[in-house]
């Protein structure tokens, strides 16, 4: 094992910072789209999710990833509970290709992950869930959906023993099809906001988008080119393929609307942004900067028209996980397939289809994407009916007509005009 | 006297302002309203899901005048807010029973 590398380190320490600062940055993006009686509940099941993330990622979070190996499903939670052993001698350094970075560093970055991972989820079920309900998913998803599936990808679990290596450089599998179908399943269970369909439901603050898109974008780098693991070439690879995929998706998206409805817009722009990063997440250190602009424009397109379909189909994605995420990541992953510039980028992986590779790393892709769409509904419906049949997801809807706001948290976000008097200013 | 009321298009109330000022109008309220005519709202579009927004922006102009100057004022209002493009809005004139000056408890046109 390398001696402490503290460039590396800094940069893994810079990066994990920089994915935490992502899930502040979704409550905003998420928060601008609904209606103004629901913005503090969005924005607090992002935070929710910070909260309760940040202690079980710790405590079992990391073990269940990264532990040794359980059926191939997770990892032993017993092995590094509460990271206990961590900073003995043989733990202490992270071994991923001899960075020489701190394991506590390790499991910093990895933690942001998990809790922007659930926070994602949220985007699919606004303005109509109960606050407790959520925590509780979000303590019984991460643990049961999120780490396996951390582990199977990248944890040396099953997923990793296809026809050949699966390359998920920084998630597309394990945080965005995952998320995006979780998404899906809890919007089928738990059904429309009252009005789906009939009322108006306008984003109430398009700036709010706007800079939650824009701190999800300067986060992202965090996200991608801290998934080198560590301060060199392919951090810089994949610096620049997050920036050409996602401004290649954002260009995609905008002329998409403008042909279709007459209008480049601001949502459409901060939605294409956020459609190239996630189409970019699995391929970011594998693909040239020129295969990125591809796979970033193809995002930009597809995702602005895979956002449709919740009308066509009938289901209230309010935010449109499924259509961004879900979409965005199902492309990202399959991308991989095609545009993987040579063979063992990870130790028995193939070259994309485009570069000499033939078919086998394409159907390696299809096949982690197909069992990972499998295994997150599975356990997601699991749950998501528990809850329902137990704790019940939704608010009344007395409640969700008033505003969620107001009757859940006690505040209301905005007043138009000073009313009231103040009962006791500190109790 | 009367109460002249004016609804008219935003990017025209510096305009009306000015000449009504120049009319030698001394006061007037104005608030932010929203409503619709004969050009009934426009559509927005947000992810490829289309919304009819049937209440568009309007200022509401408010002037308490003279009973001879109602007319007058009436006329300034519409030639400043005018653009000759449907939604510029209308102008009525109400009659007022009883005007009082807060800070001085006058009554009637010595309010005004």
């Not at chain 2, 003279?66 to 209002?77: G, L, P, Q, R, W």
Request: some cysteine.
């Amino acid at each position: 094992m390398d001696a402490l590398n503290t460039g590396n380190t800094a940069w893994m320490l810079t990066s994990a910072s920089l994915v935490l600062l992502m899930t502040p940055g979704l409550a905003f993006f998420y928060g601008g789209m609904v209606r103004s009686k629901s913005v503090l509940n969005i924005m607090m099941m992002s935070f929710g999710a910070m909260g309760v993330v940040g202690i079980i990622y710790v405590l079992w979070g990391y073990s269940m990833s990264f532990g040794s190996d359980i059926a191939g499903i997770f990892g032993n939670p017993a092995d590094f509970f509460g990271l206990k052993g961590m900073d003995d001698n043989a733990n202490a350094l992270f071994s991923f290709e001899d960075s020489g970075v701190p394991a506590y560093v390790w499991v910093a970055f990895q933690a942001t992950f998990a809790i922007i991972t659930v926070a994602l989820i949220s985007g699919s079920i606004p303005e109509r869930v109960k606050f407790g309900s959520w925590m509780v998913f979000v303590a019984a998803w991460v643990t049961f959906v999120y780490f396996p599936m951390a582990h199977m990808v990248w944890g040396g679990g099953l997923l990793t023993k296809g026809p050949s290596t699966p390359l998920d450089f920084a998630g597309g599998t394990v945080v965005h099809i995952n998320a995006g179908v979780a998404g899906l399943i809890l919007a089928l269970i738990i059904g429309k906001r009252k009005g789906f369909g009939k009322e108006p439901m306008r984003p109430h603050n398009l700036p709010f988008v706007m800079l939650g898109a824009a701190l999800l974008w300067f986060g992202w780098f965090g996200f991608n080119a801290g998934s080198a693991g560590a301060a060199n070439d392919q951090a810089g690879l994949a610096w620049i393929t997050t920036t050409v995929a996602t401004a290649a998706a954002m260009v995609g998206w905008l002329a998409t609307e403008k042909i279709r409805d007459g209008h480049a817009t601001s949502l459409g722009a901060a939605s294409g942004i956020v459609a190239g990063l996630v189409a970019i997440t699995p391929a970011a250190g594998f693909v040239s900067p020129v295969g990125s602009i591809f796979i970033g424009l193809i995002a930009g397109v597809v995702c602005a028209l895979a956002v449709g379909l919740k009308y066509k189909l009938g289901y209230d994605d309010s935010l449109d996980v499924v259509g961004v995420h879900l979409v965005g990541g199902l492309w990202g992953t399959l991308s991989v397939g095609f545009f993987a510039t040579a063979d063992d980028l990870w130790e028995g992986s193939k070259a994309g289809l485009f570069y000499g590779g033939g078919l086998t790393q394409l159907a390696t892709q299809a096949i982690i994407a197909i069992a990972a769409i499998a295994f997150s509904a599975v356990v997601t419906a699991i749950i998501g009916y528990i809850i329902k049949a137990t704790m019940g997801w939704r608010v009344s809807e007395e409640v969700e007509v008033g505003g969620i706001d107001l009757a859940v948290h006690g505040e209301s976000a905005y007043e138009n005009i000073s009313s009231g008097r103040i009962v006791s200013e500190v109790k | 006297m009367k109460l002249v009321t004016g609804i008219i298009q935003p990017h025209r109330l510096d305009d009306v302002k000015s000449a009504l000022e120049a009319a030698g109008v001394r006061g007037m309220t104005v608030s932010e309203a929203s409503g619709y005519g004969r050009q009934k709202g426009h559509t927005e579009v947000y992810r490829g899901a289309e919304y009819t927004v049937d209440l568009v922006p309007k200022i509401r102009i408010e002037v308490l005048v003279d009973d001879e100057d109602a007319n007058a004022v009436t006329d300034v209002i519409v030639k400043a807010a005018q653009t000759g493009k449907i939604g510029d809005g209308k102008v009525w004139t109400a009659s007022v029973e009883d005007v009082a000056r807060v800070r001085t408890g006058e009554r009637g046109e010595q309010a005004l």
